[in-house]
């Protein structure tokens, strides 16, 4: 069980171009979560879905895109990156255990735009 | 707007103490709280959950949630150096709220 991998684990783009960062789930997890971490900051999500098909948009999405085809992919594309958009990027899932939700993270990307 | 606020410390304690870590939050109805240990320059991950009022231990680790005062906290006895992190606290609202509600995190520092 490899629970939630990240790729890259390092990126670093130029002002204006784009990426796709990878996640993948191999826990059969409905819910996955897309969130930002800035230095001494807390999580901010992103996106999330709740399954295959369907996403939504979290508090901070502009300028973020994600798809979900398979329960086990959920990858967040940036268009035209900005520096505001230099940070880690952690993936997330967790399942319905009685209305519960314990949220398993993967190992991040850290991603700087100048 | 939810919100779940902690002290960001640092927190200092010297090896063996017993570390105090307090979160409160405002929405009425949460019901799932969380603890995250989360290392420098890694991700979160979960060392406690807990439902119901009182306390929930799990070896050197103790949750302890009051809904009344909407207060969550965790207690780490014989404190480690290896301890030293940033605690995140995260609450979820009523039944099928799947979406937390995260602190932003106290830092503890256990000095030997």
């Known amino acids: 069980n490899a629970g939630v991998t990240q790729t890259p684990k390092f990126r670093i783009l130029k002002i204006g171009q784009s990426m796709t960062l990878q996640c993948t789930q191999d826990?059969?997890?409905?819910?996955m979560y897309w969130y930002r971490q800035d230095p001494g900051m807390g999580l901010k999500l992103i996106y999330y879905?709740?399954?295959?098909?369907?996403?939504d948009k979290g508090e901070v999405p502009n300028g973020y895109n994600v798809s979900r085809s398979t329960t086990e992919d959920f990858p967040l594309r940036l268009e035209l990156a900005a520096p505001s958009q230099t940070s880690v990027y952690f993936c997330a899932s967790s399942y319905d255990l009685g209305q519960t939700y314990e949220q398993y993270f993967g190992p991040g990307t850290r991603l700087t735009v100048t | 707007q939810k919100e779940v606020e902690q002290n960001s410390g640092p927190l200092s304690v010297p090896e063996g103490a017993i570390a105090s870590l307090n979160c409160t939050y405002s929405?009425?109805?949460?019901?799932?709280f969380f603890w995250y240990r989360q290392y420098s320059g890694k991700s979160p991950e979960l060392i406690m959950s807990i439902y119901s009022n009182g306390d929930k231990e799990d070896g050197r680790f103790t949750a302890q949630l009051n809904k009344a005062s909407q207060y969550v906290s965790l207690l780490i006895r014989d404190s480690q150096p290896s301890d030293s992190a940033t605690y995140l606290c995260?609450?979820?609202?009523?039944?099928?709220?799947?979406?937390?509600?995260f602190g932003r995190g106290t830092s503890l520092i256990v000095h030997p």
């Open positions: 995260a609450v979820n609202g009523p039944g099928g709220s799947y979406i937390p509600t």
């Open positions: 826990m059969n997890h409905n819910y």
């Open positions: 879905s709740v399954g295959a098909g369907i996403t």
């Open positions: 929405d009425r109805v949460s019901q799932s």
